[in-house]
């Protein structure tokens, strides 16, 4: 096998043309991801190494769309999209590609719904890749997402860039009204809102709002003994907050530690916080629901009548 071709993703084509013999493509260490698609001891880990590979022999006017888009710009994602076959569009009137691990689409969104971006492979290595700008991807993504793991891509997006996100949003939907997605997303940005830092603080914000709970602020600034703090979700009004706390906030010492300090800070000052877990806000919420309309009722709010206390969460990990 030529050196060159150790540890690359490769249409069959060039391999041959680099002096791999064909009988030598047939081995077992030789994978074939896609048809036309050879790859030598080359990982496919990630989503971004399998559309590496894929792009040896995508079509020069196709780009990746949807929630494979959406990966490879970084957006936070279910748990699923991480196996899903990559999503591919090409404009109305092409041939969409097909074959095993690859889902086509045609769509007419009208230039520019595309542009070169620069990926990280899971190598390390930055390749290039034709991706949905950032307007084409939320809105070939909306027809794929839950309404509220699109709000939380939205979210992200935002945190990322607030004002491209928002220009993005508003000129696809200028010239796609009508297109599939156009109705979600143009919902989902309506739910959006700025400075959310993750999609379990998106999906509790969201899982609030539902059970009916007033709007809460995003990371309020709250001056303390040790400094100004941000609480994820906040009524300045009654001085209660909510925190999510991932995995990470139980297994790292430093991490458990500064929470500590944060919580104590925070009741130092007159605030009352309520703790949201993982297994809270994916399994069972009531009890944060129930521990946090008792706050607030403590501090003068008042409930609607329809409180829904034992709604289910809005979506999956």
């Keep these: 096998m030529p050196t060159a071709v150790r540890g690359e993703s490769l249409s069959t084509a060039e391999a041959l043309r680099l002096g791999v013999p064909p009988d ?60 899903a076959p990559l999503h591919v569009t090409v404009d109305r009137g092409r041939n969409a590609p097909r074959g095993e691990g690859v889902v086509g689409h045609q769509r007419d969104l009208q230039a520019p719904a595309s542009e070169q971006m620069l990926v990280p492979l899971s190598t390390g290595e930055t390749v290039p890749l034709r991706v949905g700008t950032v307007g084409a991807t939320l809105l070939t993504a909306a027809t794929d997402l839950e309404l509220s793991d699109l709000v939380a891509i939205i979210d992200a997006a935002r945190w990322a860039d607030e004002r491209s996100t928002f220009d993005g949003i508003d000129r696809i939907l200028a010239r796609s009204a009508r297109r599939a997605g156009a109705s979600a997303l143009r919902r989902a940005a309506q739910l959006s809102r700025a400075g959310v830092r993750s ?16 709007e809460p602020e995003i990371a309020p600034e709250v ?21 999510y706390e991932g995995d990470r906030h139980r297994t790292d010492d430093r991490v458990f530690a500064n929470d500590l300090r944060r919580f104590d800070a925070f009741a130092d000052v007159g605030w009352s916080a309520v703790r949201c877990t993982r297994a809270d806000l994916y399994g069972e919420p009531r009890r944060v629901l129930g521990s946090l309309a008792r706050r607030l009722r403590d501090r003068g709010w008042v409930a609607p009548a329809r409180l829904r206390l034992g709604i289910r969460p809005l979506a999956m990990p």
Excluded: K
Excluded at 37 to 54: C, E, G, K, Q
Excluded at 199 to 214: D, I, K, N, V
């Design 199 to 214: 999609r379990p603080e998106s999906h509790l914000r969201l899982l609030l709002r539902r059970a009916g709970f007033p």
């Design 24 to 83: 030598r493509l047939r081995r077992a260490d030789v994978g074939h991801p896609f048809h036309g698609v050879v790859t030598f001891a080359a990982p496919l880990a990630t989503i971004a190494d399998r559309s590496w590979a894929y792009a040896q022999v995508m079509p020069e006017s196709a780009w990746f769309s949807n929630t494979t888009a959406a990966a490879l710009r970084g957006l936070p994602l279910p748990a699923w999209c991480r196996t």
């Design 223 to 243: 001056e303390t003994p040790i400094g100004p703090l941000h609480p994820d979700l906040a009524w300045s009004a009654f001085r209660v907050l909510v925190e």
